[in-house]
């Protein structure tokens, strides 16, 4: 069997895929730029295809490493608004949302429900998280966080006409830009600092891309912007104290695509600092998996405090493998059978009834066989732990073992 190079096991990246219509069939797909710099930063990506069912078998995606979720339809309001409507929004509003965004208002409640699984996971477990458009509204959501359902219809009116901002055109898809302006100490702020456009009064404002109707209405507690737009609209958010790329911590939503921030024809980005976004992801998902690999690794040198109970089962498991020892050295050695097979007959070793020994086996076949069907609902991390456990049982049981037997061959032989 080949040896296996460690360094060249890419940390793994889910990324959902969208599903969309094709020739009258659904077919289901995910950008190439952003599996481009996955790439490019030395991680895998893998694809998480939009179908019924798959946000209940997630773990058949172990291991996760990191997530990026990007664009799709509108996140369903119910899941962040008791009503489908905040209130803010007329009946001929939401017709006109309707008419205007028919691509992006058709709900899909199944990419909801893989990708709020999905960032949970990584929540409760701090792995790596990138939420690209679409993504950084589910992210804020999943946090408790609420959404404009239309930027124009609900934050356009409440500002000045001056203010206002187009966050989508249809008619200039890719080249639409406007202005962010990008907040000091944050690590947007750092990605493009030398990038200002207006460095005499020291600010950092740049142009992005916008391809969205929907964005965030309140942020949730545990983030702290790092741009909003003219009209007051939080154009990114992060986790400060998450937020520890060479020690595997990364959780940031961005509402533009920096992926996409591309001259005419040209692979060019617009400002060097739109990739690091993705180089600074996949930085803390090798870092997560240094982490995580550390830890596993140390896991079957734990030491164990046994209690009473298992003190107690210790020492069945240890005698029957002192047993057993003795029953191999019965039947492999015709001298040492003879002087050991009164001993063996005094303990019960020997087998007095074929069928109450066949019994026996049928019932520890049926028990490995529910054990097994026990472990195959379990998590990775669930059975990493006890393998754990059961690795520094067994070492403990064949220290035991081991003296139990120098002390028996030494007193048979002194006998």
Known sequence: MAAVHLPAILPRVLIVSRRTLRKNKFVDFVGEYHLDLVMKYGAVPIIVPRVTGIHSLLESFEPIHGVLLCEGEDIDPSLYESNLNSGELSPADLEEILRLHASDTAIDKEKDSIELKLTEICLERNIPFLGICR??????????????????????????????????????????????????GTPL???????????????????????????????????????FSPDGLIEGFYDPETYDPEEGK?????????????????????????????????????????????????????????????????????????????????????????QQEPRLIEVGATVRN???????????????????????????????????FYHSMSQTCSEVLERKLCNFVNVDLGS
């Open 250 to 338: 990364f959780i940031m939503g961005l509402q533009f695509h920096p992926e996409r921030m591309r001259r005419d024809d040209s692979d060019e980005f617009d400002y060097p600092g739109c990739p690091c976004a993705y180089q600074e992801f996949v930085k803390a998902v090798i870092g997560y998996q240094k982490r995580t690999n550390n830890n596993n690794a140390k896991q079957p040198s734990k030491s164990f405090k046994l209690d009473q109970a298992l003190e107690k089962k210790r020492k069945v498991i240890a005698r029957s493998f002192s047993l057993a020892k003795d029953q191999s050295k019965f039947k492999s050695n015709s001298v040492f059978s003879q």
């Open 189 to 227: 702020h750092k990605w493009f600092i030398k990038e200002s456009t207006i460095a005499e009064e020291k600010k950092l404002e740049i142009l992005v891309n916008s391809y969205h109707h929907q964005g965030v209405k309140r942020l949730a507690q545990r983030f702290v912007p790092m741009a």
């Open 135 to 184: 993504g950084s509204q589910v992210l804020n959501v999943a946090c408790g966080g609420t959404l404009y359902q239309d930027v124009e219809k609900e934050l356009a009116r409440k500002v000045r006409e001056e203010l206002r901002v187009s966050h989508i055109n249809y008619e200039n898809y890719d080249g639409h830009r406007h202005l962010i302006r990008v907040l000091e």
């Open 354 to 388: 074929l069928l109450a020994y066949f019994d026996k086996c049928k019932v520890q076949e049926d028990k490995e066989n529910l054990a097994k069907e026990i472990m195959d609902k379990m998590s990775l991390e669930q059975l990493t732990d006890l393998m754990a």
